[in-house]
DNA sequence: TGACCTTTGAAGTTT
DNA sequence: AAACTTCAAAGGTCA
């Protein structure tokens, strides 16, 4: 049995990361495939800044410690070169014998960023074998090993865990979330007195992903559902590496405090939407629309404006022409259902809920003008055809009108703009146009307007809709 | 970032 | 069955 004492010095918490906590105070026993059996003691010397009392304080009680364990490693301690690591000079982990000389002073401020750490890499010979202190300039990861080995690894890792996480292994919470190993203070949950849960969600993750990876004949899958954190640690290195996930290395050693939310965030599996088929409107509007928009006085316009002006070329568009871009619309639907069998326009209102907004007719009326204002006298050929015969103006609304006069026909019926009688008119206030009504003469309309507006002071406000009037 | 505007028509839901 | 609602396209606007 060997023993070795690892200290590591954290000055930088950004670095710090959970999977490196979870090992504080812990002893981890774990067997090599040379059936070794070494046992670690970790302690972590953690600076901050901030509170320098309180670390001058814990400093005089790590080294105690450190003696404490640095003895305790000598007199079990048969061979000085036990080590797992060599005792390179400048690092600061150092076999036992050599220890109790070890200073903490001497480690924090200046030994700088520390990198990652190796709590279990163990066997110290190639390909496996480690050398201690500083990240090696080259990768020292999984791709060091072979994926079973590291796997296994892994899983000797999870499984020696000493009693004391053992405690936490029952505790109700859900699977290792990244985003949940750094909320609230962001790394705060890694520090010495850090929860423990997150430390034991992490741990119970890597039991997973050493399963999934001892037997998975392909790394990708299972552990890539992990989404651990990039956070460079050995163990989110190896797992993301078996998961043959691209890594970064410079950031993982250096900047792994920056994790943005796309990392932290599983990727959003996107519904599939499978969108309507186009009506025949539409097939019109997106063949008109660029060349409307090629027209000087509809250069600038809004889409919505270019959209009533299409709609109005619609209602002017011969029955054959419009007859193609129905036969064009029947086309599409029949591709669609050949294409999408079994799709339904249901599923797309189910997918797409959206929260429509009421539309408030008051204050569109700036362009809402008859015909007679709009084109002059003059210009009489460019009036409506209501407008023409003296009847409501097709295109007029008035703001303060009364519900129920409205010159429109029914939904879908082609020469009237939808916006009149479709769903923002409304139900029983949309008052849709008839025959008789189209037939009533000014004096009868606005006599009906009359009646209208003292109706509407008895219909609640919300379902006052602005109606349209005859002129 | 997403709802809204605006048009017509198809297809869905509600009355 | 009629009435009502949602969504297709488009791109600027607005919260």
Known sequence: MRHTLIAVNLTDLSNCNVLFMMFISFYIRMKTLRTELIEFKIIVFYRNDADDVETAQSSHQLTEDKKDVALETELETRTPSSSIIGSKPGAFVKPSPTFPTFSAATLSPTYGPLPLFYPFFLPNQA???????????????ARSMSPTYAAFVMQQAAQTMSPTFEMYRNFPFGPASPSSLFQGSGVGAATPKGNPLAAATMMRSMQNAAAAAATSPHPLNSINQMRLPQMGSPITSMASNLAQQPSNNSRGSANNSKITKSEIKPPKVKEQHIKKPLNAFMWFMKENRPKLMEELDYKERQSAELNKELGRRWHDLPKEEQQRYYELAKTDREQ??????????????????????????????????????????????????????????????EASSPVGVVSSTTPGTPGTPSSLSGPAAGGALSGRDTDSENDMDATAAAAAAERSRSMLNQVPKEQQTTPLICQ
């Open 127 to 141: 390909p496996y074998g480690l050398p201690f202190g500083r990240m090696p300039s080259g990768p020292m990861d």
């Open 336 to 397: 669609h259902m050949q294409k999408y069998p079994g799709w339904s326009a249901r599923e797309n209102y189910a997918i797409n809920k959206k929260k429509k907004r009421k539309r408030d007719k008051s204050a569109d009326n700036g362009e809402q003008k008859k015909c007679r204002a709009r084109f002059g006298v003059v210009n009489q050929d460019q009036w409506c055809k209501h407008c023409k015969r003296k009847k409501r103006c097709l295109w007029y609304r």
